[in-house]
């Protein structure tokens, strides 16, 4: 014999009644005892119904007719006409007792937990007998059993404990004085040794299809839902979450504590008893296997399966009780156990130091208030003597549970779990492990909840895919590039290195677009999108994606502005990397690059800033790499402006000095503003940069900057600054001359040594290493303990819109496999 369940949507309405009766009328199920919970939702309008009547709202006859027009209505859309007569009357006069028992409610004015067991269990004594009447019509013989007169529990109403011995007899009795093979009971309800009706708990139902398993020794249970078995994480919040195909009762035991609302908790106990095993299955897909719970985990679908799930608990408040009295005094536990077991506050956590000065406790949000005043009344004489503080009550958590059976004999999975939810931010408040070591659990904020199931998940079933979030700033040349870049490359990374590269967040000076409902922006026509999204709020795109809160977020900035680079702060604060393009932050005040750079480490947070330098020329990870593995820095000398090196290149007299500028522009090798090309402060930056990774501890003004623009260039606008160059023409022409009179050519050279750097225009001899350096290239020598004659060269393009933005892409990587 098999015992069947059916609930929550699989008999929400008669389609899907219809559903259930198509799988029981399977001759594989021709012995078996089908189990149904209410009509969906039918639960909790009898309970609001009941108590409207209690608070004398006569709201509750409304609910009453509603509730049998509700039910009369299924059974005809159930039933042949001629067929309908009896279980219109079996209906009618479930609801004229129901209707009895709330007027008297309602008189009364008050609501025991003995009625308001005896008017819940009303739905499923109305669903088991339609569905009943639907089988038995479509000529399968089945039997309705009363669970009432089966179950037998004691009186605690609301969530009554079964007496399984005298329960087993009950059903044994009933089933031999039956030639029937295939029965249908509700589910949920039971009574007590006076027969006063009772419920078994909500979500109950799962629990009395174990309890008649148990009795008789039954093949399996199955458990019939909407989801195609347990599933290795939430499926509305987890995208790729999957069927576990097979798990132990323990594991199952865990994941429905800790959340999993495919079983009842209490449902495995019985069968686990008798080596029952329990099947979870899909009405809507019958076909499919979905999860068998059997004694021995099957193999894993984790990463060297070792994880079975993750699940968690909302709306959970942590209760901390802590003082130096508790050190050493045995009892204080078994107190405060005791004031919450007083008023029925269930316990679903502990953690307590190792100090013995403090203990925590997770408990439901709801319980909160009364927890507190139990405790706080239980220790009322330590709290007067200050021996213990009052109870410390944090609202707003969520606990978070790896479980998997395989856990006790593979070391370094709470590691594992705790640096993935840290790199993105997740802090944790508590942590518990059983002694069994098959569940590690922690609380956290729960406006942290879902990214920590997607972030373990991906951790532990997705070890060769890891999705990416993209929140970009700037999206002009450079940014513009970028965009197009990853477009491109999206499918590959997808298929080669499993990384989903999603761009999540687009803004400019005027507009910012994000994407919706946890999707990508769709970058086929982003650029239109970006027109119609909402105005630009610089403040209001940041506290947006900290909002948004995605996993893996990277904050990309390809601006040259100040106000974004002032953002970074708050950025890191939230465990959101940084790639910057803007060279503003790592140029500013010392003070500032330090705070920065110190946010990274505090935080466990990628910034990366290599385009800041040399564009996609891996100049600051080369010198890193070198300081790293304990070289030494005696000397830089580099050639650090793409823009300075095409315009000298390109500058022979033939043309104006000003018209090549121009042209450096208008193939965007220049900063919007090429004064701060020319100028040589953009070089100023980079050299400064440099020495800051270092560790020289050097400001803008320590910088011996040697200049060869007129000052009246600096003066006026952009425009005004070429109108000066035209009118020096001259100076340009003799700067070019006197270089070539020596053989030579002009190079805007950068230096560091002996804790100084300088930048200026050197005439630059044909031995040089500068001397063959072409149209945008930049060149870097390192000069080292380990490089000292022939230095270390890094050369390439040092600017162009291209490859900054590749220079972008790669430091973006690097955030991967930080």
């Given at each position: 014999?098999?015992?069947?369940?059916?609930?929550?949507?699989?008999?929400?309405?008669?389609?899907?009644?219809?559903?259930?009766?198509?799988?029981?009328?399977?001759?594989?199920?021709?012995?078996?005892?089908?189990?149904?919970?209410?009509?969906?939702?039918?639960?909790?309008?009898?309970?609001?119904?009941?108590?409207?009547?209690?608070?004398?709202?006569?709201?509750?006859?409304?609910?009453?007719?509603?509730?049998?027009?509700?039910?009369?209505?299924?059974?005809?859309?159930?039933?042949?006409?001629?067929?309908?007569?009896?279980?219109?009357?079996?209906?009618?006069?479930?609801?004229?007792?129901?209707?009895?028992?709330?007027?008297?409610?309602?008189?009364?004015?008050?609501?025991?937990?003995?009625?308001?067991?005896?008017?819940?269990?009303?739905?499923?004594?109305?669903?088991?007998?339609?569905?009943?009447?639907?089988?038995?019509?479509?000529?399968?013989?089945?039997?309705?059993?009363?669970?009432?007169?089966?179950?037998?529990?004691?009186?605690?109403?609301?969530?009554?404990?079964?007496?399984?011995v005298k329960t087993t007899e009950n059903i044994q009795q009933i089933l031999a004085a039956s030639a029937s093979q295939l029965f249908i009971a509700p589910g949920f309800i039971a009574s007590d040794s006076r027969g006063f009706t009772t419920t078994l708990g909500r979500g109950g139902s799962d629990y009395t299809a174990s309890i008649y398993?148990?009795?008789?020794?039954?093949?399996?249970?199955?458990?019939?839902?909407?989801?195609?078995?347990?599933?290795?994480?939430?499926?509305?919040?987890?995208?790729?979450?999957?069927?576990?195909?097979?798990?132990?009762?323990?594991?199952a035991m865990e994941l429905s504590h800790f959340g999993a609302k495919v079983i009842y908790p209490p449902t495995i106990q019985p069968a686990m008893d008798k080596n029952i095993p329990i099947w979870i299955k899909n009405t809507f897909l019958p076909e499919e296997a979905g999860t068998i719970i059997e004694h021995i985990s099957g193999a894993?679908?984790?990463?060297?399966?070792?994880?079975?799930?993750?699940?968690?608990?909302?709306?959970?408040?942590?209760?901390?009780?802590?003082?130096?009295?508790?050190?050493?005094?045995?009892?204080?536990?078994?107190?405060?156990?005791?004031?919450?077991?007083?008023?029925?506050?269930?316990?679903?956590?502990?953690?307590?130091?190792?100090?013995?000065?403090?203990?925590?406790?997770?408990?439901?949000?709801?319980?909160?208030?009364?927890?507190?005043?139990?405790?706080?009344?239980?220790?009322?004489?330590?709290?007067?003597?200050?021996?213990?503080?009052?109870?410390?009550?944090?609202?707003?958590?969520?606990?978070?549970?790896?479980?998997?059976?395989?856990?006790?004999?593979?070391?370094?999975?709470?590691?594992?779990?705790?640096?993935?939810?840290?790199?993105?931010?997740?802090?944790?408040?508590?942590?518990?492990?059983?002694?069994?070591?098959?569940?590690?659990?922690?609380?956290?904020?729960?406006?942290?909840?879902?990214?920590?199931?997607?972030?373990?998940?991906?951790?532990?079933?997705?070890?060769?895919?890891?999705?990416?979030?993209?929140?970009?700033?700037?999206?002009?040349?450079?940014?513009?590039?970028?965009?197009?870049?990853?477009?491109?490359?999206?499918?590959?990374?997808?298929?080669?290195?499993?990384?989903?590269?999603?761009?999540?967040?687009?803004?400019?000076?005027?507009?910012?677009?994000?994407?919706?409902?946890?999707?990508?922006?769709?970058?086929?026509?982003?650029?239109?999108?970006?027109?119609?999204?909402?105005?630009?709020?610089?403040?209001?795109?940041?506290?947006?994606?900290?909002?948004?809160?995605?996993?893996?977020?990277?904050?990309?900035?390809?601006?040259?502005?100040?106000?974004?680079?002032?953002?970074?702060?708050?950025?890191?604060?939230?465990?959101?990397?940084?790639?910057?393009?803007?060279?503003?932050?790592?140029?500013?005040?010392?003070?500032?690059?330090?705070?920065?750079?110190?946010?990274?480490?505090?935080?466990?947070?990628?910034?990366?800033?290599?385009?800041?330098?040399?564009?996609?020329?891996?100049?600051?990870?080369?010198?890193?790499?070198?300081?790293?593995?304990?070289?030494?820095?005696?000397?830089?000398?580099?050639?650090?402006s793409g823009t300075l090196n095409f315009v000298f290149n390109n500058y022979d007299g033939t043309a104006s000095f000003a018209s090549v500028v121009r042209q450096a522009q208008k193939e965007g090798y220049t900063e919007p503003d090429p004064r701060l090309d020319l100028g040589g402060t953009d070089v100023m930056r980079k050299i400064m940069?440099?020495?800051?990774?270092?560790?020289?501890?050097?400001?803008?003004?320590?910088?011996?900057?040697?200049?060869?623009?007129?000052?009246?260039?600096?003066?006026?606008?952009?425009?005004?600054?070429?109108?000066?160059?035209?009118?020096?023409?001259?100076?340009?022409?003799?700067?070019?001359?006197?270089?070539?009179?020596?053989?030579?050519?002009?190079?805007?050279?950068?230096?560091?040594?002996?804790?100084?750097?300088?930048?200026?225009?050197?005439?630059?001899?044909?031995?040089?290493?500068?001397?063959?350096?072409?149209?945008?290239?930049?060149?870097?020598?390192?000069?080292?303990?380990?490089?000292?004659?022939?230095?270390?060269?890094?050369?390439?393009?040092?600017?162009?819109?291209?490859?900054?933005?590749?220079?972008?892409?790669?430091?973006?990587?690097?955030?991967?496999?930080?």
């Amino acid at each position: 014999m098999k015992v069947l369940k059916f609930g929550g949507s699989s008999v929400a309405n008669a389609e899907n009644i219809k559903k259930v009766a198509n799988i029981v009328a399977q001759p594989k199920y021709a012995n078996a005892i089908v189990v149904v919970s209410a009509l969906g939702g039918v639960t909790d309008a009898l309970i609001a119904m009941a108590t409207n009547a209690a608070n004398a709202n006569e709201e509750y006859k409304e609910t009453l007719l509603s509730l049998e027009k509700r039910h009369i209505e299924t059974a005809q859309e159930l039933l042949p006409i001629n067929n309908q007569s009896a279980c219109i009357s079996s209906i009618k006069q479930h609801f004229n007792e129901l209707e009895d028992v709330c007027e008297g409610v309602f008189r009364l004015g008050e609501l025991s937990e003995r009625t308001k067991d005896r008017i819940v269990s009303f739905g499923e004594l109305l669903s088991s007998k339609i569905i009943s009447f639907f089988i038995h019509s479509s000529g399968l013989q089945i039997e309705w059993i009363d669970s009432r007169k089966a179950i037998t529990t004691n009186s605690n109403f609301g969530f009554a404990a079964v007496d399984f011995v005298k329960t087993t007899e009950n059903i044994q009795q009933i089933l031999a004085a039956s030639a029937s093979q295939l029965f249908i009971a509700p589910g949920f309800i039971a009574s007590d040794s006076r027969g006063f009706t009772t419920t078994l708990g909500r979500g109950g139902s799962d629990y009395t299809a174990s309890i008649y398993a148990a009795a008789v020794n039954a093949e399996a249970v199955e458990i019939w839902t909407d989801v195609t078995g347990m599933m290795t994480a939430d499926p509305r919040w987890v995208a790729n979450a999957r069927t576990i195909p097979n798990t132990s009762y323990r594991e199952a035991m865990e994941l429905s504590h800790f959340g999993a609302k495919v079983i009842y908790p209490p449902t495995i106990q019985p069968a686990m008893d008798k080596n029952i095993p329990i099947w979870i299955k899909n009405t809507f897909l019958p076909e499919e296997a979905g999860t068998i719970i059997e004694h021995i985990s099957g193999a894993s679908v984790s990463e060297g399966g070792i994880i079975t799930g993750i699940s968690s608990i909302n709306h959970i408040a942590l209760l901390s009780l802590e003082g130096s009295g508790m050190v050493g005094i045995p009892g204080f536990s078994k107190r405060l156990f005791e004031a919450l077991a007083s008023v029925q506050v269930n316990v679903i956590l502990i953690t307590q130091s190792s100090s013995e000065h403090s203990i925590c406790v997770a408990v439901n949000i709801a319980d909160a208030e009364k927890a507190k005043a139990a405790v706080d009344a239980a220790f009322e004489i330590e709290l007067l003597n200050k021996k213990v503080d009052p109870l410390k009550v944090e609202a707003e958590l969520s606990i978070i549970a790896l479980v998997g059976d395989k856990m006790r004999s593979h070391p370094g999975i709470a590691g594992k779990m705790f640096s993935a939810l840290g790199r993105n931010g997740v802090n944790i408040r508590a942590i518990a492990q059983g002694s069994s070591e098959r569940n590690i659990s922690a609380v956290v904020a729960f406006a942290d909840v879902k990214k920590a199931v997607n972030v373990l998940h991906e951790a532990f079933f997705e070890a060769a895919y890891k999705q990416l979030n993209l929140f970009i700033c700037g999206a002009g040349n450079v940014g513009g590039k970028l965009i197009e870049q990853i477009k491109k490359q999206q499918a590959y990374l997808l298929l080669h290195h499993n990384l989903q590269a999603r761009i999540t967040g687009i803004a400019t000076s005027k507009k910012m677009l994000f994407a919706e409902n946890g999707n990508e922006i769709d970058l086929s026509n982003w650029k239109a999108a970006l027109q119609e999204s909402q105005a630009m709020d610089l403040e209001g795109f940041v506290q947006t994606i900290v909002d948004k809160n995605l996993r893996n977020s990277v904050f990309v900035d390809v601006t040259a502005n100040a106000e974004v680079a002032s953002v970074y702060d708050k950025v890191l604060s939230k465990s959101i990397a940084i790639v910057a393009c803007n060279k503003i932050a790592a140029s500013s005040p010392y003070s500032n690059y330090r705070y920065l750079k110190s946010l990274s480490k505090e935080y466990n947070t990628p910034y990366l800033f290599e385009t800041n330098v040399g564009a996609a020329l891996p100049v600051i990870g080369t010198l890193n790499d070198l300081i790293k593995s304990g070289d030494w820095i005696n000397k830089i000398q580099a050639v650090l402006s793409g823009t300075l090196n095409f315009v000298f290149n390109n500058y022979d007299g033939t043309a104006s000095f000003a018209s090549v500028v121009r042209q450096a522009q208008k193939e965007g090798y220049t900063e919007p503003d090429p004064r701060l090309d020319l100028g040589g402060t953009d070089v100023m930056r980079k050299i400064m940069i440099l020495a800051r990774e270092i560790g020289e501890e050097m400001e803008m003004e320590d910088i011996k900057n040697t200049q060869f623009l007129p000052a009246s260039c600096f003066e006026g606008s952009v425009e005004d600054f070429y109108n000066e160059m035209e009118k020096h023409e001259a100076h340009f022409k003799a700067l070019y001359d006197a270089a070539a009179k020596e053989n030579c050519k002009l190079k805007f050279v950068a230096q560091f040594e002996n804790q100084k750097a300088a930048v200026g225009l050197q005439h630059i001899p044909s031995h040089s290493d500068f001397y063959h350096l072409y149209g945008k290239d930049n060149l870097v020598l390192f000069y080292t303990e380990r490089y000292l004659e022939q230095p270390m060269v890094i050369k390439g393009a040092g600017a162009g819109a291209d490859v900054t933005a590749s220079g972008v892409f790669a430091d973006i990587m690097r955030v991967v496999v930080s």
